[in-house]
Each structure stands twice: as structure tokens, then as C-alpha cells.
């Protein structure tokens, strides 16, 4: 493999990586704040469908996004509503977000667009462009891939390693971040220092539903040219086990996240690849090759999940002692 090659392999990999890292951290914070959210793959699922009828519909991006971080956060809000303020089951409630997303979003689709629930293709205008393009043939040999990797992404693959580090300073450098991360371990002593624990916990669902949006509103923008019914393809689960793997670290969840895409992209880039003449030759399966970032999901939460530490309290309803 020459460094062209590997520069592109890189630079798949970050691309296909980038919603999973935005979910991710939308799941730390959550769960950081003792919340349990199996449903992210609903929530990204919801917004990348707002995100595609209202950009078809109107033609402008402003207005896409604003419906992505509008729904959600809404759904966000439902979750805590369910989970927060009637201390309902989080495992139940994160399923019952995720399956009505699945549903919701086929018929509203058949109902307004009756394109199977698809939407329509979106204008390139409205599509997330690289911030600057990248000529490898410019540029000296020893920085072509290097430039091809890093170079040539749009604004919201360069802000999800911002997120990252912007995540991990609200929690480990602010006050905010401070009482969150005891929410998660002992909301009884947040309670005890007049911190409301539902606040806190509501403040957290807050932020898990605009990076939540913004995953989704990436699926439709950049990775695909419309909404398609359960385009996530798992995306959401995949991020919580990056999440448990990375043990509840927005840095750890980034490299998790990261290995993910790498194999995203290498399933890509192996379709249609030969088998070595000891395994009998021939082409590789493609759906071996798609199934590879599953397989490694249910390794990881299988190897990992048992020796990672989870927040104290993550999914035991708060109730004030009285």
C-alpha cells in the first residue's frame, strides 16, 4: 500500500468515524449523569430524517439544521421526561425512543415524500463540502498522504475531535462537569449541596441530544445525499460500546470510535478483494467484509464490559429521602 492509498484509507476512516465520536460523547454525558441511553441510534436516527425533509423542503441548510437539533433535543427531553421525572425504567425507555424512531420516521416518509420513505436527494448546496481541497500531486513525496488523511474533510468531521476535547474540559474542568460526574456516582451528595439532581440530569440529556442531532444531520449531509429508512444501521449501538470500551472517557470513547471507522473504511476498500489461494481463492464475501465493525462491537462488549467501571449510579432513578 503506497502512502496515496493509506492517505485515502485514513481519511475514510475519519469520515465514517465522525457520527459514531458525536454519539459517543452524547452517550458519556448521559451516562456520566447516570442516565442509560440505548436511545441513541433512535435519537440520531429521528434528526437525520428531520434533517433531510426539512432541508428538501426548504432548501436551506440553517433551517435543516435547526430541525436536526430541534428533534433532537426533544427527544432528549422525552427520555428525561420518562426516565428523570416518572424514574421510569431507562433500559425501556431507550428501546421504546429507538423502535419509534424506526417506525416514525418510515411512515412520515411515505406520507409526505411517498418515495418509500426516503426524501428527496438534497441540493449539493446544502451538502457539508470540504473546507479547502487538497491536490497530493502539489505536494512533495512524504507529505501527499499525509495531507490526502488530514486534508479534505468538511467542518463537521474537524469539529467532532473539537467536541472531544470540548467535552472532556466541561467535565473534568468545570464546575458544571464536576457535579454532573457526581451525579452519576452519588446524587444523594449532589442533592445535599442544593445541586438539583433531576437539573443536572436534564442538563445532560440537553447536550446528549444536540450531539446526538448533529450525528444525524452528518448521515444525511455528508455521508449520504437523503434520508433512508434506518440509514443508522446500528451507528447508535456501536457508539455505546465505543462508550463502555473507552470506560465512559471522551477520550477513550474517541479512540474506540476511531477503530470502528478504520474498519468501516477497510470493509470498503476490501470489497471485491481476492481471497489468498490457501482459502481457495475467489473474491471476499461482502457481507463477511460488512459484518467486521458488528463483529467487533459484540467482541468488545464482551471482553470489556465486565472490567469497565460504570458510573455508581447510572440507571437508578433518583428519589429524594425524606
Known amino acids: 500500500m503506497d502512502e496515496l492509498q493509506l492517505g485515502a484509507l485514513i481519511a475514510s476512516s475519519l469520515r465514517m468515524a465522525t457520527p459514531l465520536v458525536l454519539c459517543a460523547l452524547a452517550g458519556v454525558l448521559s451516562e456520566r449523569a447516570g442516565v442509560i441511553d440505548l436511545g441513541l441510534e433512535g435519537k440520531m436516527l429521528m434528526a437525520a430524517f428531520a434533517a433531510g425533509a426539512a432541508g428538501a423542503a426548504s432548501g436551506s441548510f440553517a433551517v435543516a439544521l435547526a430541525a436536526a437539533l430541534a428533534v433532537g433535543v426533544a427527544m432528549s427531553m422525552l427520555h428525561g421526561w420518562g426516565c428523570v421525572t416518572h424514574r421510569g425504567d431507562q433500559v425501556v425507555m431507550g428501546m ?50 499525509l495531507a490526502l488523511a488530514l486534508g479534505s474533510h468538511n467542518a463537521l468531521v474537524y469539529g467532532s475531535f473539537a467536541a472531544v476535547a470540548a467535552v472532556w474540559w466541561l467535565l473534568y474542568r468545570t464546575r458544571f462537569g464536576l457535579r454532573l460526574r457526581a451525579t452519576g456516582e452519588n446524587p444523594a451528595m449532589v442533592d445535599a449541596a442544593g445541586v438539583s439532581v433531576a437539573g443536572m440530569r436534564y442538563a445532560a440529556l440537553a447536550l446528549n441530544g444536540v450531539l446526538a442531532a448533529l450525528a444525524g444531520l452528518y448521515l444525511v449531509m455528508a455521508l449520504n445525499a437523503s434520508f433512508s429508512p434506518n440509514m443508522t444501521a446500528g451507528r447508535g449501538y456501536m457508539a455505546l460500546a465505543a462508550m463502555i470500551f473507552g470506560k465512559w472517557h471522551p477520550v477513550g470513547a474517541l479512540a474506540a470510535c476511531l477503530l470502528f471507522g478504520f474498519l468501516d473504511a477497510s470493509a470498503i476498500q476490501l470489497q471485491g478483494a481476492a481471497l489468498p489461494a490457501w482459502l481457495g481463492g475467489g473474491e471476499v464475501p461482502v457481507q463477511a467484509i460488512q459484518a467486521l465493525p458488528y463483529v467487533l462491537t459484540v467482541v468488545l462488549l464482551a471482553g470489556f464490559i465486565g472490567r469497565s467501571r460504570a458510573p455508581a449510579a447510572l440507571g437508578r432513578p433518583y428519589v429524594k429521602a425524606r
Open 96 to 145: 421504546a425512543l429507538t423502535l419509534t424512531a424506526g417506525g416514525l420516521t418510515v411512515v412520515l416518509g411515505l406520507a409526505w415524500f411517498e418515495l418509500g420513505g426516503q426524501t428527496p436527494p438534497l441540493p449539493d448546496a446544502l451538502r457539508l463540502r470540504p473546507l479547502w481541497a487538497v491536490d497530493p500531486a502539489t505536494l512533495p513525496a512524504g507529505l501527499r498522504g
